[in-house]
């Protein structure tokens, strides 16, 4: 009997999955392809949502934040991403973690349930 290999077990999270900056702009590039609507959607107010997908398709990466900007993206092998692409240098990037209460409303407003 053969047995069943689920298509996540060769794509998300797979032990070879390269982590590199080509393989993930690469990644990114399959959305932002699609036109300027995309950046849009995840630069005004889905950037928690696209951060999430990285996170999903690179599992080693953690979700960062920058409360000043408001604004989510993905630490992958030491730099961080968005929707635009590498952003390392462009925000004050912090693990995500709700620090003060009083930022969580803004949070889910703006970046979860836009």
């Not at 999955?17 to 590039?29: A, C, G, M, Q, R």
């Not at 604004?71 to 004050?92: K, M, P, R, W």
């Not at 709700?98 to 970046?111: A, F, K, N, W, Y």
Request: proline residues 5%; charged residues 20%; aromatic residues 14%.
């Amino acid at each position: 009997m053969m047995n069943k290999i689920s298509v996540c077990d060769n794509w998300v999270g797979a032990p070879d999955t390269l982590d590199d900056e080509k393989t993930v702009i690469k990644f990114i590039s399959h959305f932002s392809a699609h036109g300027p609507q995309v950046k849009t959607c995840f630069t005004n107010g889905n950037c928690f949502w696209f951060s999430a997908i990285l996170h999903t398709r690179f599992p080693r990466s953690i979700i960062v934040y920058d409360p000043i900007d408001n604004h989510f993206g993905c630490q992958i092998e030491n730099q961080v991403y968005d929707i635009t692409g590498l952003v390392t240098h462009a925000y004050s990037w912090e693990p995500f973690g709700i620090q003060d209460e009083l930022e969580l409303p803004r949070i889910v407003r703006d970046c979860i349930y836009f």
